[in-house]
């Protein structure tokens, strides 16, 4: 990375949840390395999105049902699943690689059987990876019990739309060298 040049600004777009894909088990090394990117007094930006629980109360607890089936979808189909980081998680990691913290927003989310349905259909896709038929059917069907909830969820809500969870943006910033 050091022979890409400094920057003024880095911005890493939901970068630190994308590596579990691609270079697992090195998120904490990932603040260094962009550190390395920056001029004295260059900004990082950091954007990401607050894990969802395994569960919540009310309505919202469709969201988690999906996130559950659809990552046991992507593990039955022998691939990895998309993990994301808590704000304080990457706060403390970039008061760990020496950055000055600028501030840190929340942003919620509001979730329509739209977005939920695209959730569901991450699991649809890894269903023909499965080892067997039985399993694929029992999957399939629960993951279309999952969609006529999200309806029915969505339906009883403002709008149409859950709001549960946020994605943040956190603003740090590289220390000036003398």
């Not at 949840?17 to 697992?24: E, I, K, L, Q, T």
């Not at 649809?124 to 080892?131: D, L, Q, W």
């Not at 629960?142 to 859950?162: F, H, N, V, Y």
Request: aromatic share 10%; hydrophobic share 35%; net charge positive.
């Amino acid at each position: 990375l050091e022979s890409l040049g400094t920057y003024d600004t880095v911005l890493a777009d939901y970068l630190v949840g994308a590596m579990d894909g691609f270079s697992p088990y090195t998120q904490d090394l990932i603040f260094g390395k962009l550190k390395s990117l920056l001029k004295p007094g260059g900004r990082l930006y950091i954007i990401g999105l607050e894990p969802i629980p395994d569960s919540t109360s009310g309505i919202a607890n469709i969201i988690c049902k999906v996130r559950q089936v659809r990552d046991a979808c992507i593990l039955l189909a022998g691939h990895r699943c998309y993990r994301e980081y808590p704000k304080v998680w990457v706060e403390r990691q970039l008061d760990l690689a020496g950055f000055k913290r600028i501030s840190s927003e929340e942003f919620p989310i509001l979730y329509s059987h739209q977005t939920i349905e695209r959730q569901i259909n991450v699991g649809r896709r890894k269903i023909p990876f499965f080892a067997t038929e039985g399993l694929k059917q029992e999957m399939k069907t629960a993951l279309d019990m999952l969609s006529e909830k999200s309806k029915e969820a969505t339906g009883k809500s403002p709008g149409g739309r859950i709001n549960f969870g946020f994605d943040y943006i956190i603003t740090a910033e590289k220390a000036e060298t003398w």
